[in-house]
């Protein structure tokens, strides 16, 4: 797996992303495919930055490898900010209504959607978010 670590604020999240985008053009990943992960990428590294460590700043490595054989990648954030599973949360409400009394859990829920798996664990210190997706 390659991997990046930078400062957790949002600044940085142009640098994560072309990280990714570097892997996916390297494979010749679909645009609609890209897309779908670029917003994924943004949300979660949006949100590492604005809440791991909030007030203070720490990083977050991010893994990406590609599985050429089978078209799939897996990208996992992490860093050591407050232990925090995003998935623990029951699913944002899209009600019309309630979309406007909405108190967070969309973006996270545009994740769960778009990609194959979504998967949170926090080990040795560290919140490590995992995301899978077929490329095809």
Excluded at 28 to 36: F, L, S, T
Aim: proline share 4%.
């Amino acid at each position: 797996m390659k991997s990046i670590t930078v400062p957790a604020e949002n600044d940085e999240l142009e640098r994560v992303q072309g990280f990714i985008d570097e892997e996916l053009e390297a494979c010749d990943c679909p645009m609609r495919a890209q897309m779908q992960i670029d917003i994924a990428v943004e949300e979660i590294f949006s949100n590492i930055s604005n809440y791991a460590y909030h007030p203070e700043v720490g990083d977050a490595e991010i893994r990406c490898e590609v599985d050429p054989d089978n078209m799939r990648i897996t990208i996992q954030f992490m860093d050591g900010g407050k232990p925090f599973d995003p998935l623990a949360k029951e699913d944002a409400d899209t009600d019309a209504d309630s979309l406007l009394e909405r108190e967070g859990g969309l973006g996270i829920l545009m994740v769960k959607k778009s990609m194959d798996s979504v998967e949170y664990s926090y080990e040795n210190g560290k919140n490590i978010l995992t995301i899978k997706k077929s490329l095809n």
